[in-house]
Nanobody, 115 residues
Framework: QVQLVESGGGLVQAGGSLRLSCAAS????????MAWYRQPPGKERELVAR???????IYADSVKGRFTISRDNTNYIVNLQMNSLKPEDTGVYYC?????????WGQGTQVTVSS
């Protein structure tokens, strides 16, 4: 069964840091660019960052210089290190493959940044 399990969210003050992790099924992970998305309250889901099999990472302008995406090709895990967090980073964070269509979404992990 193809699966995505996100973890690591929480409540943090502005300027703080969090590290998110996503455990993915091997069948999806080994052949795909993986990505982190987020859904702010009342808004559409948006792409935050993606990373290819060869570790080439691309970021949304809003997180460049603050977030770092990485992948562990041995354990099928995608991480998102988030530094200098801002209130506008608040939302539910999900991982999925970058290419469409996405596989069924996991439960996500809530990130709340207080001002």
């Amino acid at each position: 069964q193809v699966q995505l399990v996100e973890s690591g969210g929480g409540l943090v003050q502005a300027g703080g840091s969090l590290r998110l992790s996503c455990a993915a099924s091997r069948s999806i992970f080994v052949i795909n660019t993986m990505a982190w998305y987020r859904q702010p309250p009342g808004k559409e889901r948006e792409l935050v960052a993606r990373i290819g099999i060869g570790h080439l990472a691309i970021y949304a302008d809003s997180v460049k210089g603050r977030f770092t995406i990485s992948r562990d090709n041995t354990n099928y895990i995608v991480n998102l290190q988030m530094n200098s967090l801002k209130p506008e980073d608040t939302g539910v964070y999900y991982c999925n493959k970058f290419s469409k269509p996405p596989i069924p979404w996991g439960q996500g992990t809530q990130v709340t940044v207080s001002s």
